[in-house]
């Protein structure tokens, strides 16, 4: 079997190589800064973890091989300039946008976009980073530090925030896993919840929109597509061509998961519709300390990413899964209690929602 090369090395690159043991698959994620070249071979794939890379030796390196995947992708989705143009071109609906010109003055952008207007880096933004509303009641101008860098978008008032994770092998084939419901504070994602029945009638709405894109784009691997749902309308926020936080709940909760789907896909083996099992909540763990009686809970799955801890780092996340709606909840309860109290909303919230559902 050829060797998987990640480019990255961070959590997700670690996740996929833990999925690629029953497949037998060497899997190698490697930091882009690097000293030593990956000992790459013929034959041999590689996939990136992450959506924007420094231009060092390795990723110079990994990046002119020939089993480079995806390699026009990449640059398009990364910037959001060309990721919201090819979402116009391919007719698919986002949120109204401007480009941020040098000369862009913040008069123009409430007139085409309205009162609240989000500007967003073209590049480089993550995790909510890289954002500034720009309202008109502030009559603030456009920041000088975003002339031409940045796009301005349309405020959508959203009724919540829904994912798509999918993905497509080599001879177009597409699977799908259900729509996620996740919940973002501060632009970083705090909760995840699926499936949702409530939600159905628009899996066949946002399966046929990432099939296209990924159809366009003759993507190979998963791909992850985040949405606003506006009553019925689905708006895509942003498009991951990667494993993405709002599937790692398919660790727990589906046949096979995001992470050995997206090894299936590239590495040219079988892909097959995710057989989802009970019900499942995903809770990121955000700069808390690693607590050793998380491991105690019933129904759980505790990933920690071995990072040091930061605020508002990501540091490892907790899957709930159990076919019983109850069981989910009392083991929501007991790790309530072992997460610091602003974690409050965050169960209020998937009390909330598994109460609906
Ligand atoms: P992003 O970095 O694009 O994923 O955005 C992070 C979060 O900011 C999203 O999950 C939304 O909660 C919020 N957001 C992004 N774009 C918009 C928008 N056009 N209107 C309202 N909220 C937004």
């Not at 029945?197 to 929109?209: N, P, Y």
């Not at 926020?237 to 936080?245: G, K, S, T």
Request: hydrophobic residues 40%; contains cysteine; charged residues 25%.
């Amino acid at each position: 079997m050829p060797t998987v090369w990640v480019l990255g090395a961070g959590q997700l690159g670690a996740m996929l190589k833990q999925a690629a043991y029953p497949l037998a698959l060497r899997v190698e994620p490697v930091e882009p800064e690097s000293e030593q070249l990956p000992a790459i071979k013929d034959g041999d794939i590689i996939t990136v973890e992450r959506e924007q890379w420094p231009d060092t030796a390795v990723t110079r390196h990994m990046s002119q091989q020939s089993g480079f995947m995806n390699a026009d992708i990449f640059g398009k989705i990364a910037d959001r300039f060309h990721q919201k143009t090819m979402l116009d071109t391919l007719g698919i609906n986002t949120a109204p946008w401007r480009s941020v010109e040098v000369d862009t003055q913040a008069e123009s952008l409430h007139a085409a976009l309205g009162p609240d207007v989000l500007l967003k880096r073209r590049e480089g933004g993550y995790d909510g980073k890289g954002q500034f509303w720009l309202y008109q009641n502030q009559g603030l101008d456009v920041p000088s530090d975003w002339l031409g860098t940045g796009i301005a978008e349309k405020k959508i008032p959203f009724n919540e925030e829904l994912s798509l994770v999918g993905a497509r092998d080599k001879d177009g084939n597409k699977v799908f896993y259900p729509l996620t419901l996740n919940l973002h504070r501060n632009g970083i994602l705090m909760a995840s919840l699926a499936p949702l029945a409530r939600v159905d009638h628009l899996q066949g709405k946002a399966e046929s929109m990432l099939g296209k894109i990924m159809d366009a784009a003759d993507y190979v691997g998963v791909m992850a597509m985040e949405c606003f749902r506006v009553g019925e309308e689905l708006i895509v926020n942003e498009l991951a061509p990667r494993v993405h936080n709002s599937g790692h709940w398919t660790q727990a909760g589906a046949c096979v998961s995001q992470f050995e789907m997206h090894l299936r896909a590239v590495s040219s083996l079988p892909i097959k519709a995710p057989e989802v099992r009970g019900q499942s909540v995903m809770i990121n763990v955000i700069g808390v300390e690693r607590e050793t009686n998380w491991l105690k809970i019933p129904s759980t799955q505790c990933y920690w990413y071995g990072k040091d801890v930061r605020p508002g780092r990501k540091l490892g996340h907790i899957n709930i899964n159990h076919p019983k709606k109850s069981a989910v909840q009392t083991a929501l309860n007991e790790l309530r209690h072992l997460l610091p109290e602003n974690y409050g909303d965050v169960f209020d919230w998937v009390k909330e929602e598994l109460a609906k559902l």
